[in-house]
C-alpha cells in the first residue's frame, strides 16, 4: 500500500496549538493502548487483505474500531452547531453511520501490505484528559507519514477522538463537509450520502478483495 492511498484515507478538533510540557507516563501509556490496538489489527489486516477479503477485514476491524474511538464525542465535533437541533433518535442514527463508515473505510483502504509498519515516536499534553500521541507509518523506499492521535478520557477509558495524518486533521475534515452538507440539503442528505459512501465501498470491492 503506497503514500498516496494512506493519504487518501485521513479518517479534531482543530489544529490546536499543543502545550511543550511532557506528558504523564500513566496517562500516555493507558492512552497509547487503545493506539497500539488499532495499528497492530490494521497491519494484520493489511498482511491478510487478499484471504480475508473486504467483508473479513471489516468483521475483523468492527470490534476493534468501536473499542478504540469514541464516536459520540466525533459526531458532536463533527456537526457543530447542528448536533444540539437533533433530536435523540437522529443523533443515534449519525452515531451508527459514522461508525460503520470509518470501519468501511479501514477495510476498504488498508487492503494489501507492502512492508508498511507503525513505530511510536512521543507524547504531548494537550490538557489533563486528553493527550497527543505520535507515530510514523515506515514503509520500504518511501518516505515516512507522521499519525498524531488524540485521544481523550472518558470515565477512566481512553478513546481516539482524532487522527492528524502529516498535519490533515481527519476531524476538520468531516465538520467542513458534514456541516457543508446541512447547510445545504439537510440532515437526512447528510445519512443518505454517508450510506451511499458505505455501499460505494461494499461494491467496489465486493470482487476484488
Do not use: C
Not at 58 to 74: D, G, R, T
Not at 98 to 113: E, G, K, M, V
Not at 152 to 172: H, T
Amino acid at each position: 500500500m503506497g503514500k498516496t492511498m494512506f493519504l487518501r484515507f485521513i479518517l479534531g478538533l482543530f489544529l490546536i496549538a499543543l502545550s511543550p510540557l511532557s506528558v504523564a507516563a500513566d496517562a500516555a501509556t493507558e492512552a497509547k493502548k487503545n493506539v497500539d490496538l488499532l495499528n497492530s489489527t490494521l497491519i494484520e489486516v493489511m498482511k491478510e487483505a487478499k484471504q480475508l477479503g473486504y467483508e473479513g477485514r471489516y468483521k475483523k476491524l468492527e470490534p476493534v474500531v468501536k473499542e478504540v474511538f469514541e464516536f459520540e464525542a466525533v459526531s458532536q465535533i463533527a456537526l457543530g452547531n447542528h448536533w444540539k437541533k437533533l433530536d435523540r433518535q437522529q443523533k443515534t442514527a449519525f452515531i451508527e453511520k459514522l461508525t460503520d463508515l470509518s470501519i468501511a473505510t479501514y477495510a476498504a483502504q488498508f487492503n494489501d501490505h507492502s512492508g508498511e509498519e507503525f513505530k511510536y515516536d512521543s507524547a504531548q499534553d494537550m490538557k489533563s484528559d486528553r493527550v497527543l500521541l505520535r507515530y510514523f507509518l515506515t514503509s520500504p523506499n518511501e518516505k515516512p507519514i507522521k499519525f498524531e492521535y488524540i485521544v481523550n478520557e472518558f470515565n477512566g477509558q481512553w478513546r481516539i477522538i482524532n487522527i492528524i495524518v502529516d498535519g490533515i486533521s481527519d476531524l476538520a475534515l468531516k465538520k467542513a463537509q458534514y456541516t457543508s452538507v446541512i447547510d445545504r440539503e439537510g440532515f437526512d442528505s447528510l445519512l443518505n450520502k454517508l450510506s451511499q459512501k458505505i455501499a460505494d465501498y461494499s461494491s467496489n470491492n465486493s470482487t476484488s478483495g
